[in-house]
């Protein structure tokens, strides 16, 4: 295992409307993301893909994209990324996407708000400071794949109604089709077919995420009952690396979607059962090779390594804003569930959040996992600010407490009850982001606009919005008492 190399552009735009005409292309898709993390696309057909399309952008309303901007200023421009580009798996009509960035039209500059200049800003920050100069990031995105879902919120009525024949719950459904096989409640981790009932449609979405250039490492059913899974990516660089996110989840979706299910990344869609997360493994290299290794150290760690994880732990709760960023991501850090809710750190243990794999003794291996994280996120926000918080922890070096050997959930151990709890609130995680944000201020990678806004958006249109809603449980709670 060798560390990703960080390049200039390879492809020219000549390049790709060459490979656009050799693949006989007819609609060419130009993808951004919104403040929030969520793809947002326009198309235009392949006889207005030219060169002079890469100088001078494509405009579009920036006021009706979250986040962006207000509407007395609303002009912007998509700039196209001749480097991120892949043929769309999904599609019927043959379309090559490109992955965008954002500038102004007025000023060329790149646009503060645009997650991903923020993602390019805090790789160059990683080389400027001369610790390393690249980080690697695997992501795991694990999700739920359902047959159906209904939900709906209105004056009189609010209500979710998931189905899946994998699901426990249907194991005593009278229907002459009920063939029994399937997993439990957690009881979903690695069960061969007809138990695992997915096999064959996770194999199609590797199929497709191959044909989009993914590389995929493994796949396989995840604990929960009907249809947790997870598929892992192999790593990449940071700012790579988040743009496959974004590829992985539309995927997924829509390979779901065509096939009669429908997929979620929704950190706590059933209530009993696993959460699905995003644990991000994450390193840093330098020359080539790897800093977090020292073969006297915790678990192979070198004191950068120690020091990496102390910055995370420091800063947890502000970066679980971005990283565990919605109200439903704290349905899934509670204990009990293999969540990962308690700050600290540990080799093997998955109930710190954050572990270290000992799979392997390798120096390349040499990572630390962190496990709070979801695939609600924006991964550019996410993968930036925790690689802030780490060059913070770097700078400073600030000690973690001494690594958990034990089963944190243990409510009689000592040791154990004296380990803090991540936050238990959007709300909460919002006021650390606000009470803690200096380090991400470091070398303009954010800025405070972006953070402004960020927190605003998510207190109104969530925060605000699910605490002024009645709750179903509260009328079994409340309504005859």
Known sequence: ????????????????????????????????????????????????????????????????????????????????????????????????????????????????????????KAEAYLRNLGIADTSCWGPECEFYIFDSVRFDQNTNEGYYFIDSDEGVWNTGLDSIDNLGAR???????????????????????????????????VHHHEVGTAGQSEIDMHFGTLVAMADKVLQFKYIVKNVCYREGYTATFMPKPLYGDNGSGMHTHQSLWKDGVPVFYDAKGYALLSDTARWYIGGLLAHAPALLAFAAPTTNSYRRLVPGYEAPIKLAYSARNRSACVRIPTYSDQPAA??????????????????????????DGIERKIEPQQPAEIDL???????????????????????????????????????????????????????????????PYEFLLYYDA
Request: proline fraction near 7%; charged fraction near 25%.
């Open 1 to 120: 295992m060798t560390a990703p190399t960080i390049t200039p552009a390879t492809t020219t735009p000549k390049d790709l409307i060459e490979r656009a005409r050799e693949l006989a292309v007819q609609i060419v898709d130009l993808r951004f993301t919104d403040l929030i993390g969520t793809w947002q696309h326009m198309s235009i057909p392949v006889n207005e893909f030219t060169e002079s399309l890469f100088a001078d952008g494509i405009g579009f309303d920036g006021s009706s994209i979250r986040g962006f901007q207000h509407i007395h200023d609303s002009d912007m421009l998509l700039l196209l990324d001749p480097d991120r580009s892949f043929i769309d798996p999904c599609l019927d009509v043959t379309t090559m996407v490109i992955v965008c960035d954002i500038v102004d039209p007025i000023t060329r500059e790149p646009y503060s708000r645009d997650p991903r200049y923020v993602a390019r």
């Open 183 to 217: 997993p439990a409640l957690k009881g979903g981790y690695f069960p061969a077919p007809p138990v695992d009932k997915l096999q064959d449609l996770r194999s199609r979405i590797v199929i497709a995420l191959q044909d989009s250039g993914i590389d995929v490492e």
């Open 366 to 391: 040499r990572r630390l996992e962190f496990r709070s994280p979801d695939s609600m996120c924006n991964p550019y926000l996410t993968f930036a600010s925790m690689l802030m918080a780490g060059l």
């Open 409 to 471: 959930y243990d409510a009689n151990d000592e040791v154990a009850l004296a380990v803090e709890n991540l936050p238990g609130s959007l709300s909460e995680v919002l006021d650390a982001l606000e009470a803690d944000h200096d380090f991400l201020l470091k070398g303009n990678v954010f800025t405070p606009d972006v953070l402004d806004r960020y927190i605003a958006y998510k207190r109104i249109n969530e925060v605000d919005a699910v605490a002024q809603r009645p709750h």
